[in-house]
T-cell receptor, first 114, second 114 residues
Framework: DGGITQSPKYLFRKEGQNVTLSCEQN?????MYWYRQDPGQGLRLIYY???????QKGDIAEGYSVSREKKESFPLTVTSAQKNPTAFYLC?????????????FGPGTRLLVL | AQSVTQLGSHVSVSEGALVLLRCNYS??????LFWYVQYPNQGLQLLLK??????LVKGINGFEAEFKKSETSFHLTKPSAHMSDAAEYFC????????????FGQGTELSVKP
């Protein structure tokens, strides 16, 4: 079955540590997205990539970095510069980057700070 | 700028009662609108979407939504609530300045009482 996988399900970060969240899709989708979800705040866009080897900052990119070296993969690194990283992180993809497209979501990664 | 407002962060209904979740949007041009559902600690799943065809849109699990341009609304309804409908629901509008990007409302948590 096609879909989006995210790993790990739970991730613990120590102070000053960089951590990387994995997002893989086998839907052959061109565009991929990373969202951060905090209680009562909906979803906020961190980064997005419309094609391989290209990505753009979203609304809350500070303290995060991404890469898009392969079509199926879009890892997110939470750097030590992100002072409040505790949240639920969701990866999504769309077949193309036109406005009618449905976003398909992965199961999410919950990041906690030790 | 486009935006989405969901009225009521928490809605509680009895099993078998009507479900009504409210969503109002702001857009200078005809929008593309989406409703997603999220169960605890999971990703988002598409319920239905409006892409300028029929104004009454039917989705999965017995949900439907009606696009009303005069009221700038896209409310989600279900005639008879089931216990399994308890979840968080998000309304979203396509960001016309960034292909594929969605702007989400803050979510409405639906509780279903037996």
């Amino acid at each position: 079955d096609g879909g989006i996988t995210q790993s790990p399900k739970y991730l613990f970060r120590k102070e000053g540590q960089n951590v990387t969240l994995s997002c893989e899709q086998n839907l052959n989708h061109d565009a991929m997205y990373w969202y951060r979800q905090d209680p009562g705040q909906g979803l906020r866009l961190i980064y997005y990539s419309q094609i391989v080897n290209d990505f753009q900052k979203g609304d809350i990119a500070e303290g995060y970095s991404v890469s898009r070296e392969k079509k199926e993969s879009f890892p997110l690194t939470v750097t030590s510069a992100q002072k409040n990283p505790t949240a639920f992180y969701l990866c999504a993809s769309t077949r193309s980057w036109t406005n009618k497209e449905t976003q398909y979501f992965g199961p999410g990664t919950r990041l906690l700070v030790l | 700028a486009q935006s989405v407002t969901q009225l009521g962060s928490h809605v509680s209904v009895s099993e078998g009662a009507l479900v009504l979740l409210r969503c109002n949007y702001s857009s200078s041009v005809p929008p593309y609108l989406f409703w997603y559902v999220q169960y605890p600690n999971q990703g988002l799943q598409l319920l239905l979407k409006y892409t300028s065809a029929a104004t009454l849109v039917k989705g999965i699990n017995g949900f439907e939504a009606e696009f009303k341009k005069s009221e700038t609304s896209f409310h989600l309804t279900k005639p008879s609530a089931h216990m399994s409908d308890a979840a968080e629901y998000f309304c979203a509008v396509s960001d016309l300045t960034v292909g594929g990007k969605l702007i989400f409302g803050q979510g409405t948590e639906l509780s279903v009482k037996p």
